[in-house]
């Protein structure tokens, strides 16, 4: 039944279940060209793809109104640049599963 109405496997179904969600964001340096095992973890451990991008899509939007962008500053000591950089690398964040191999970068076992 569940193939028939998702059109996924059970046994895919069941390793997708077991899945860990990371929102990543670009480095400073090399930026959104840089490998994906090199981005900044923002936050861990998302249980499915859509609360990672719910947490993912608040943080974009707090990062764009003036209240939250002038706490940043404060709370990291940074200046208007510093928020806008951070702010434009939230933008470019990713939501990527713990088993991307993409997150093992260019390592070989």
Known sequence: M?????????????AFA???WYLLMPPRLGGPSA????WVNIKADFESLDE???AREVLVNSMNDPATGE??????GGTEADRASFASA???S???SDADPRLKGNSRN
């Open 2 to 14: 569940l193939q028939k109405r998702t059109g996924i496997k059970p046994l895919r179904a069941a």
């Open 18 to 20: 077991l899945m860990s």
């Open 35 to 38: 490998p994906l095992s090199e």
């Open 52 to 54: 990672c991008k719910q």
């Open 71 to 76: 706490s940043f500053r404060k709370e990291q």
């Open 90 to 92: 939230l933008k470019l």
């Open 94 to 96: 990713q939501c990527v």
